[in-house]
T-cell receptor, first 108, second 113 residues
Framework: GIQVEQSPPDLILQEGANSTLRCNFS?????LQWFHQNPWGQLINLFY???GTKQNGRLSATTVATERYSLLYISSSQTTDSGVYFC??????????FGAGTILRVKS | EADIYQTPRYLVIGTGKKITLECSQT?????MYWYQQDPGMELHLIHY???????EKGDLSSESTVSRIRTEHFPLTLESARPSHTSQYLC????????????FGQGTRLTVV
């Protein structure tokens, strides 16, 4: 089955709007991370969040490990937030497995 | 800031050529990974390593090979490049246990003509 599942697959926002991206993960996966892939293809670390809540500027993330999900919040979105957001986790501590990503487009 | 580097960033090469994509990290991480990604698509794990002299095939079958002779170095080789190998290749590293946060290099965009 799918080990890491992200939703929504696509999201279009007006600049200034808030959004929530979701990541569900299976029992075999832990130690969640969130990444942003920029237009040049590089994966930028946003959060390493096995559990709990973290905040970094306009972005915050929450992982509820017991319920196998993580949320990424983007507030007051800007055009530079556009790109693909991936969540990933360690499968049985061995492999880093990724979700399919959420494509975010922020319009000015 | 992550200390993991990939070279070259871009490579255009003819069919049949042998190529090696370089990946080096200075964080002392035991685990290293290679992913293949087509534009706008999912990341697919093609190789990973637990440490020196350890290499494993990933979830996506690949004609490439890897080696891990030194902890900091994890090169990927294609013996005979084909147009179907055109893609972006991303290298990453992480600790083996404890805090397993992974960090990525800038990627190599390969075009085989």
């Amino acid at each position: 089955g799918i080990q890491v599942e992200q939703s929504p697959p696509d999201l279009i926002l007006q600049e200034g709007a808030n959004s929530t991206l979701r990541c569900n993960f299976s029992d075999s996966v832990n130690n969640l991370q969130w990444f942003h892939q920029n237009p040049w293809g590089q994966l930028i670390n946003l959060f390493y969040i096995p559990s709990g809540t973290k905040q970094n500027g306009r972005l915050s993330a929450t992982t509820v490990a017991t319920e196998r999900y993580s949320l990424l919040y983007i507030s007051s979105s800007q055009t530079t937030d556009s790109g693909v957001y991936f969540c990933a986790g360690m499968e049985y501590g061995n492999k880093l497995v990724f979700g399919a990503g959420t494509i975010l487009r922020v319009k000015s | 800031e992550a200390d993991i580097y990939q070279t070259p960033r871009y490579l255009v090469i003819g069919t049949g050529k042998k190529i090696t994509l370089e990946c080096s990290q200075t964080m002392g991480h035991d685990k290293m990974y290679w992913y293949q990604q087509d534009p706008g698509m999912e990341l697919h794990l093609i190789h990973y390593s637990y440490g020196v002299n350890s290499t494993e095939k990933g979830d996506l079958s690949s004609e490439s090979t890897v080696s891990r002779i030194r902890t900091e170095h994890f090169p990927l080789t294609l013996e005979s490049a084909r147009p179907s190998h055109t893609s972006q290749y991303l290298c990453a590293s992480s600790e083996f246990g404890g805090i397993t946060e992974a960090f990525f290099g800038q990627g190599t965009r390969l075009t085989v003509v």
